[in-house]
């Protein structure tokens, strides 16, 4: 879709804002949080007003797979082009929208996935409230201008991040390596394009440099789990985590987190009966437009 419709995909730093940047929340809640717990179980969250969607933890673990796959995810989508014809997929530290360049051509994926209404966090109220407003001109654009005033400040916060530069210039120099001409065989062309997603990965492609831990979903006991040092999450993920889960948490004991999944509930029904009348109407199924009008404030 990103491509497609010429958005911008949003960056690791905007996915964790988390409720500070709503709809980009959303998209996260929607397309990795939903995977990491089961459709399953996500459909009965759904329907439970008061049960949580998962686990800190299991949130936490969900911002730790995004952001150790995802230049390794950007590299295997952009390999898979033909050369004749290269991805233009952008991301946000692609880009900055600005009044003094054409950046704004790109618009912004949570505008996409879903139309029709803003999801505002209320910075003047200490509640924590979410506010959804339909998506008037005046509203969007208040909310466009938060937006790219926001994503400034994430890119040249990640710009001065050194480590987060090097994974970004690291996915497009292997992205150029990978697209010279070469007599690899299929199977071979495989091989080499796993390879170099195993290298772009964050917190599991240094483990073997320093002591491991496994993933909190998938520990194992066996002796041979245990002494593979060449495998397993680094020390690093394991402070990631523990931050993370901390902050959740927090959320939590302040009643957002509960607040959030209120808002993202009452989205989510709406956006499936819209779903469900484009689909009997023969429409397409990529966005939808929410009515305003059956939703309320939180």
């Given at each position: 879709?990103?491509?497609?419709?010429?958005?911008?995909?949003?960056?690791?730093?905007?996915?964790?804002?988390?409720?500070?940047?709503?709809?980009?929340?959303?998209?996260?809640?929607?397309?990795?949080?939903?995977?990491?717990m089961?459709?399953?179980r996500?459909?009965?969250?759904?329907?439970?007003?008061?049960?949580?969607?998962?686990?800190?933890?299991?949130?936490?673990?969900?911002?730790?797979?995004?952001?150790?796959?995802?230049?390794?995810?950007?590299?295997?989508?952009?390999?898979?082009?033909?050369?004749?014809?290269?991805?233009?997929?952008?991301?946000?530290?692609?880009?900055?929208?600005?009044?003094?360049?054409?950046?704004?051509?790109?618009?912004?994926?949570?505008?996409?996935?879903v139309?029709?209404?803003?999801?505002?966090?209320?910075?003047?109220?200490?509640?924590?409230?979410?506010?959804?407003l339909?998506?008037?001109?005046?509203?969007?654009?208040?909310?466009e201008?938060?937006?790219?005033?926001?994503?400034?400040?994430?890119?040249?916060?990640?710009?001065q991040?050194?480590?987060?530069?090097?994974?970004?210039?690291?996915?497009?120099t292997?992205?150029?390596?990978?697209?010279?001409?070469?007599?690899?065989?299929?199977?071979?062309?495989?091989?080499?394009?796993?390879?170099?997603?195993?290298?772009?990965?964050?917190?599991?492609?240094?483990?073997?440099?320093?002591?491991?831990?496994?993933?909190?979903?998938?520990?194992?006991?066996?002796?041979?789990?245990?002494?593979?040092?060449?495998?397993?999450?680094?020390?690093?993920?394991?402070?990631?985590?523990?931050?993370?889960?901390?902050?959740?948490?927090?959320?939590?004991?302040?009643?957002?987190?509960k607040?959030?999944?209120?808002?993202?509930?009452?989205?989510?029904?709406?956006?499936?009966?819209?779903?469900?009348?484009?689909?009997?109407?023969g429409?397409?199924?990529?966005a939808?437009?929410?009515?305003?009008?059956?939703?309320?404030?939180?």
């Open positions: 879709m990103c491509e497609n419709k010429n958005c911008l995909l949003p960056s690791i730093e905007s996915f964790q804002k988390r409720h500070q940047n709503p709809k980009v929340y959303y998209i996260f809640y929607e397309y990795f949080y939903k995977a990491v089961g459709e399953a996500w459909k009965e969250s759904v329907h439970k007003e008061n049960a949580r969607f998962g686990t800190n933890i299991a949130e936490a673990f969900t911002h730790a797979l995004l952001e150790n796959n995802y230049f390794a995810w950007l590299f295997d989508y952009k390999s898979r082009a033909p050369p004749t014809k290269p991805s233009c997929l952008k991301t946000e530290y692609d880009t900055v929208p600005t009044a003094d360049n054409d950046s704004h051509y790109y618009s912004y994926l949570c505008d996409e996935v139309q029709g209404f803003e999801i505002v966090a209320d910075q003047e109220l200490s509640s924590g409230d979410f506010l959804l339909p998506s008037t001109d005046e509203n969007y654009a208040a909310e201008e938060r937006r790219q005033s926001m994503q400034e400040m994430i890119i040249e916060t990640a710009k991040d050194e480590d987060r530069m090097k994974q970004y210039n690291e996915h497009q292997q992205l150029d390596l990978f697209n010279l001409p070469d007599e690899y065989t299929k199977e071979e062309h495989s091989k080499k394009r796993r390879k170099c997603m195993r290298g772009l990965k964050v917190y599991t492609a240094a483990a073997k440099n320093s002591n491991t831990i496994s993933p909190p979903s998938s520990r194992s006991t066996t002796k041979e789990a245990r002494n593979n040092k060449d495998k397993g999450w680094s020390d690093k993920a394991n402070k990631f985590l523990t931050e993370m889960k901390a902050r959740i948490k927090a959320d939590e004991e302040a009643g957002t987190q607040k959030w999944e209120k808002m993202y509930r009452e989205i989510a029904k709406a956006v499936k009966k819209a779903r469900d009348s484009s689909e009997e109407s429409g397409e199924d990529t939808f437009q929410v009515d305003c009008n059956e939703m309320y404030e939180l």
